[in-house]
């Protein structure tokens, strides 16, 4: 079944993060004013993201250039002798699922260095440290902006005295 010229399971990723990213905002709107800023930030870029995601799968003009803009590799994607796999689903639904229960466990600061080196690692495997240095400076400046700069708090996850 393809919609919109693509087939339907191309969708499947990006329409779990929206429908995640959806109802992580309907819980963080239950916090008080106070605690939901950082929260609801991200919760709205994750929907803007996911969306631009799912209309950059369709197959009409604009979804062809909002891939090129967004992410030239994944027009070599769109050919049907590139099949999306189970396992290629469930390991992104996965890393999802695994991404979410970090920020909850760990919080924002750990998860975000943890994310960054592992996204270089995979990308660049063989400059350990230099990956390290990155993902900790990069740490350090969400720290430094929101934390310090815009003085929210950021959540410290449940093991370090997070609570839901």
């Known amino acids: 079944m393809k919609i919109l010229g693509t087939p339907a399971i191309r969708y499947l990723p990006a329409l779990i993060v929206w429908l995640f990213a959806a109802g992580f905002l309907g819980l963080t709107y239950q916090l008080p004013e106070a605690a939901r800023a950082t929260p609801s930030l991200v919760g709205w870029v994750t929907l803007g993201l996911a969306t631009l995601d799912l209309v950059s799968r369709t ?13 030239p590799a994944g027009l070599a994607d769109r050919a049907d002798n590139h099949p999306v796999t189970r396992k290629d689903l469930a390991s992104g639904i996965g890393l999802i699922v695994a991404l979410v229960a970090s920020f909850l466990v760990l919080g924002v600061l750990p998860t975000t260095a943890i994310i960054i080196f592992g996204a270089l690692m995979l990308a660049y495997r063989s400059q350990w440290i230099t990956n390290a240095i990155v993902a900790a400076g990069a740490t350090a400046g969400v720290w430094l902006l929101f934390a310090v700069l815009l003085g929210l708090q950021l959540y410290p996850g449940l093991a370090f005295g997070g609570d839901l």
Request: charged content about 15%.
């Open 59 to 71: 197959g009409g003009e604009l979804g062809v250039a909002l891939m090129r803009a967004v992410n």
